[in-house]
């Protein structure tokens, strides 16, 4: 579905993803994992088309490079942290515009049947149907990014790349947004590729992991996560950490 192979990329003429190869395979999830600076975002904005690179990626045996933004943006969607600039729209029509990819006559295009049906089904999904009417700049934190969700799902896109999205939301809907997108998946033999901090998230999500230091792969495969991994690319002695870190919380009286 979405092949890199030999990718390097960056800003201002310095690349910060080195020599970057693997592939997304229809119904595999992956989870991205490294400390901040590591090139963990460049990477997923380079899959998303939104940044240019050195190498070769192909999305559907074409290549990324010579496809139009509209054409990616029906395959592969990004959701990532809430920005702290957004237009004052209603929920509903926030939820629209994933569905403009799809429209063949562009932005001022009747939104059809398929379309109202498609978005009503997404809100339920993340059980904001009911506030279908509110404007956006009303919501909390954990609202707003439930809305860009279903946003994202309205695209009906083969890929969904996930860049933090958990920030904002507390445990409950972390866990419900990931289970939901994990699910989505399976059902639909999509994909998901997520860069996410949490370590238990990043496992929660797929068994396939991209470990990333210093712009380039670490490590990549099922299961991979271990202490010695983690250590290397976020130079922390993490299971000492962890094992501190439950001793005092049991000497706690």
């Not at 860009?148 to 972390?174: C, G, S, V």
Request: aromatic share 6%; glycine share 8%.
């Amino acid at each position: 579905m979405l092949k890199l192979e030999n990718v390097s990329a960056g800003y201002g003429g310095v690349d910060v993803i080195h020599n970057i190869s693997f592939e997304i395979i229809p119904g595999q999830n992956l989870s991205i994992i490294g400390a901040n600076g590591c090139g963990k975002s460049t990477l997923l904005k380079v899959m998303a088309g939104l940044l240019p690179y050195k190498g070769e990626i192909t999305l559907n045996g074409k290549p990324l490079n010579r496809m139009k933004r509209k054409a990616i943006s029906a395959k592969v969607a990004m959701l990532s942290q809430i920005s702290p600039l957004y237009f004052s729209y209603s929920v509903y029509d926030t939820v629209m515009m994933g569905r403009y990819v799809h429209e063949k006559s562009g932005l001022l295009a009747t939104t059809s049947a398929k379309d109202k049906e498609m978005v009503a089904r997404c809100l339920k999904s993340v059980d904001m149907l009911d506030a279908k009417d509110r404007d956006i700049t009303k919501l909390s934190g954990g609202q707003l990014q439930r809305i860009f969700l279903a946003r994202t799902l309205a695209q009906d896109p083969q890929i969904i790349l996930l860049d933090e999205p958990t920030n904002h939301l507390d445990l409950k809907y972390q866990v419900e947004l990931l289970d939901y997108l994990i699910t989505w998946a399976v059902d639909n033999n999509r994909s998901i590729v997520g860069v996410l901090h949490d370590i238990n998230h990043a496992m929660r999500l797929s068994e396939n992991v991209l470990a990333m230091r210093n712009g380039k792969i670490a490590g990549l495969g099922k299961h991979i996560i271990t202490g010695e991994l983690l250590e290397n690319v976020y130079d922390v002695d993490v299971v000492g950490y962890m094992r501190q870190t439950l001793a005092n919380w049991n000497d706690v009286e």
